[in-house]
C-alpha cells in the first residue's frame, strides 16, 4: 500500500481485534490492494473481546508499521478505536468501506458476535455510515490453544491465504454492488478448511449465551475461565450450523433492535 495514495480515490480501512501482528493482516491487505488501496490500521496488541469499546479517557499515541510491502498504523487503542479514527480523523478522506479481521477463531452465534472487537470495529464504522464486512476464521482446538500460548500459527498459513482469497471475492462484489439489501455490515464466518470452492450459505445469528466468565482464585481476586459456549436452540439452523457443515456462513446485520409491544403490554405499562 501506498502511504501517500491519491486521497481522492476511494479506498479501503482494515482493521481488526488481534493486533499488529496478526498472520492473517498481511495477505488480507494484499488480496484487498488488488481492489483499492487498502490501509490498515490495527490495534498495537490484541484486543479480543473488546466489543465496540472506545478510548474515551487517555491518548491514542499513532505508530506506522512497515510490515514487507504493506504499511499499516497502529494505536494502542480498541478495534472501535481504529474504525472511528481511520474513518473520521486520521486520513484526508473517509474510506469506502470498511474490512475487519481476518479473526483468528469464529465469531459465529449472538453471544461471541455481541463481545468480538472483530465484530465491534464494523458495528462503529456502521455507526459512521460506512458499510462494513467483519471476517472470522474458525480453528482447532488446539491451534486455538497454541495461539493463545504462544502467538505461533505459522503452520496455518494456508488459511490466512484462502481467507483472503475468499475475503477478496467478498469484498470485491460489496465494492461493485454493495452489502445485501438491508444489511449495514456483513459477518462472514469461515471454516478451518475453507477454500475458494467452499460453499458459502447466508445463515442467521445462532441463538447462544455463555455462563460465568470468572473463577474465583483468591479469597477476594476472580479470573477468566469460560467453560464454553451454550447454544440454546440446538435443533435451528443457524451460523454455527453452516459452520459444522464446512460452509462459509454469512450473515447479514441490520441494527433494529427495538420490540413491538403487545397490547397487554401498553396496558400494564404505558400511562395516558
Known amino acids: 500500500m501506498d502511504k501517500d495514495a491519491d486521497p481522492d480515490r476511494p479506498w479501503i480501512l482494515v482493521t481488526n481485534d488481534d493486533g ?23 490495534p498495537a496488541r490484541e484486543r479480543s473481546w473488546a466489543s465496540k469499546t472506545l478510548t474515551r479517557f487517555g491518548r491514542l499515541e499513532l505508530r506506522p508499521l512497515a510490515r514487507e510491502d504493506c504499511w499499516i498504523w497502529a494505536v494502542d487503542g480498541y478495534p472501535a478505536d481504529c474504525a472511528n479514527l481511520g474513518i473520521h480523523t ?19 452465534g449472538l453471544a461471541y458476535f455481541l463481545s468480538s472487537g472483530t465484530i465491534g470495529a464494523a458495528v462503529e464504522s456502521a455507526l459512521s455510515g460506512v458499510p462494513a464486512l467483519a471476517f472470522s476464521a474458525e480453528l482447532s482446538a488446539e491451534d486455538y490453544a497454541r495461539w493463545r500460548r504462544h502467538r505461533e500459527l505459522e503452520a496455518l498459513a494456508p488459511l490466512w491465504e484462502n481467507a483472503a482469497l475468499i475475503a477478496r471475492e ?5 465494492w461493485r454492488s ?3 439489501d438491508g444489511a449495514c455490515l456483513l459477518s462472514v464466518n469461515l471454516p478451518p478448511t475453507a477454500t475458494l470452492q467452499t460453499p458459502r450459505r447466508f445463515a442467521p445469528l445462532t441463538s447462544t449465551s455463555y455462563g460465568a466468565f470468572f473463577a474465583r482464585c483468591g479469597a477476594a481476586e476472580f479470573s477468566y475461565s469460560l467453560s ?17 457443515r464446512g460452509e462459509v456462513a454469512l450473515t447479514p446485520i441490520r ?9 397487554a403490554d401498553r396496558r400494564r405499562f404505558e400511562r395516558p
Open 20 to 42: 499488529a501482528d496478526s498472520p492473517a493482516l498481511v495477505p488480507l491487505l494484499r488480496q484487498l490492494g488488488t481492489i483499492a488501496p487498502a490501509r490498515a490500521l490495527v
Open 90 to 108: 486520521l486520513f484526508s478522506s473517509r474510506p469506502a468501506l470498511v474490512v475487519s479481521g481476518v479473526n483468528v477463531g469464529a465469531n459465529a
Open 228 to 244: 464454553g459456549l451454550r447454544v440454546n436452540h440446538p435443533e435451528a439452523r443457524g451460523d454455527l450450523a453452516a459452520l459444522g
Open 170 to 174: 467478498l469484498v470485491a462484489e460489496a
Open 255 to 263: 441494527f433494529a433492535l427495538d420490540a413491538e409491544p403487545a397490547e
Open 178 to 180: 454493495g452489502l445485501p
